[in-house]
């Protein structure tokens, strides 16, 4: 049996090894001479299955392609509203191939895995999982995706939050259309002012409204085009506070301020320090919007906005950023970014376990995470809540993921809070399995024997530590379970702990 478990983890990691090519290898056997070919394959379209696993299994076929001008995956039909059957790409934070998520490893032998991916977007980690009618199909979207998320990443602060005004504001433009006709009337806009709760008098919206109004005659008179409509936002957002603010600095009394203006805010409403005019030059060329400003170094009240939400004008030491303590005492020094019940998705009875719970939490930056294992059939040790509902997933499955996230969010170390149930024997494949997964990153000795006290975080850095109870071979536990002891039944148990 233990030879046949061992043939069966070396073909596992055999397939997963055959399964995660570079994206160099990709475009080279599946002819995407370029990344360019790739993004216009997604442009055209795919029709792909949708999977979804809940008791059971769900699949949708569906059109998906890439909107180009809209920066977002959408799809159809759907039964959604326009505003759900779409991803931005913006909100997309990695793109799996083969079979790394739960619905996949569910079913894993239903679907081939090089014809497999999975999207994972937004602040939940939410999941697209997607079954492409080909190989080659498949690679497009993995290929073209992972570039198009890497170059959206790239753009500034700034830019992104322009884009996102800017597609906001030709979405609730489009919705206040009602007739269709790529135009809004004084009755549209005055709808549209109430629904977004801004607190103008109809008497204000028509006279910003005649403003912006500038095409007066034909068809178009008396109505606001997207880029009318953009200049009335505009108008009627700009907060007085900061138009004030704005001209109080302004030493020439103009609706801008220059270079000598805005070292004299920085200095003096910001306490910022160690000022120069060409910083306040990179600040124009940063943020100011119009060409006229940049050209002439003077910021108007839209640029003066874009710079105080920027990173400069946050309360945010910048130099926090990056991590500035003393990384070098012990390790018990320190408070840990911890988890409990890591695999859990919800409550601890009946909810479901997931491998990605441990791919969520550490891409947070957490550095203790939770394992409860139990022995499984055929010898492989199974993570789940214990005497409860809660479903299951493989123990190597688990550990595969740690090893891919365990230093995403930093290189400090990682600690595994193994609450062990396993027999003996499942123990040792525990063991091995780890030994053979996290390889030299699995810390098997201290950095320094001569060492009185605990090893320092920097010392430790991409090292996966074990906490786990650690007994003599011969050593048994007997006894009462205590509080603490969650999941084990309330009789007396004898167990017996292994060695890594």
């Known amino acids: 049996v233990y030879l046949w478990v061992r043939l069966l983890l070396c073909k596992i990691e055999m397939e997963s090894v055959r399964h995660t090519r570079t994206a160099t290898t990709r475009r080279r056997q599946y002819g995407c001479v370029n990344v360019q070919e790739c993004i216009n394959s997604m442009c055209g379209g795919t029709e792909m299955i949708k999977v979804r696993h809940g008791r059971i299994r769900h699949e949708y076929k569906r059109f998906y392609f890439l909107d180009v001008e809209g920066q977002r995956i959408r799809w159809e039909p759907s039964s959604k509203s326009a505003d759900k059957s779409r991803i931005p790409i913006r909100s997309i934070s990695e793109v799996r191939e083969g079979h790394q998520s739960d619905v996949f490893r569910l ?19 939410e ?48 919705a206040a259309d009602k007739n269709g006709d790529r135009s809004l009337s004084l009755d549209e806009v005055i709808g549209l002012v109430k629904k977004l709760n801004m607190g103008l008098s109809i008497k204000q919206v028509k006279r910003i409204f005649i403003e ?10 008396n109505t606001l085009d997207l880029g009318e409509f953009r200049d009335f936002y505009k108008a009627v957002s700009t907060r007085d506070e900061i138009y004030y603010l704005m001209m109080k600095y302004s030493s020439s ?11 004299s805010f920085l200095e003096t409403e910001q306490r910022a320090e160690n000022v120069t005019p060409e910083m306040c030059r990179e600040f124009i060329k940063k943020y100011e919007p119009t060409s006229a400003g940049v050209a002439e170094d003077w910021m108007g009240v839209d640029g003066f906005s874009q710079l105080l939400l920027g990173p400069e004008g946050q309360i945010f030491n910048p130099e926090h950023a990056e991590v500035h303590q003393d990384m070098t005492q012990p390790l018990s020094h320190y408070f840990i970014n911890s988890s409990h019940n890591t695999y859990l998705t919800g409550d601890q009875l009946q909810s479901k376990s997931s491998v990605d719970m441990y791919v969520k939490v550490l891409k947070m930056g957490c550095k203790c995470i939770e394992l409860d294992c139990w022995d499984g059939p055929e010898g ?30 930093s290189p400090y170390p990682l600690i595994l809070s193994i609450e062990n149930h396993c027999s003996v024997d499942q123990q040792e494949m525990m063991a091995q399995q780890m030994r053979q997964v996290f390889k030299e990153r699995l810390l098997t000795e201290p950095p320094n024997k001569m060492q009185t006290t605990l090893p320092s975080p920097e010392q430790l850095k991409e090292k996966i530590l074990i906490k786990n109870k650690k007994l003599d071979n011969e050593e048994k536990i007997d006894g009462w379970v205590t509080d603490e002891d969650e999941g084990e039944e309330e009789k007396p148990r004898a167990s017996q702990q292994t060695h890594l």
């Open 212 to 221: 912006s109004d500038t095409n007066c005659f034909g068809e178009s008179a």
């Open 380 to 409: 492989e040790p199974y993570i789940f809540h214990g005497y409860t509902l809660t479903s299951k997933v493989k123990f190597y499955d688990v550990i595969q993921a740690i090893n891919k996230y365990a230093f995403v969010a």
């Open 107 to 125: 079913a894993r032998g239903l679907y081939s895995a090089d014809q497999c991916f999975s999207i994972v977007y937004g602040s939940s980690h």
């Open 253 to 263: 009394g103009e609706e801008h301020l220059t270079t000598n203006d805005l070292q």
């Open 127 to 174: 999941q697209l999982n997607l079954v492409a009618p080909s190989e080659v199909k498949a690679s497009q979207w993995i290929i073209g995706l992972r570039n198009v998320v890497k170059n959206a990443s790239k753009s500034s602060t700034v830019e992104a939050m322009q884009f996102a005004r800017d597609q906001w504001l030709k979405e609730t433009f489009e």
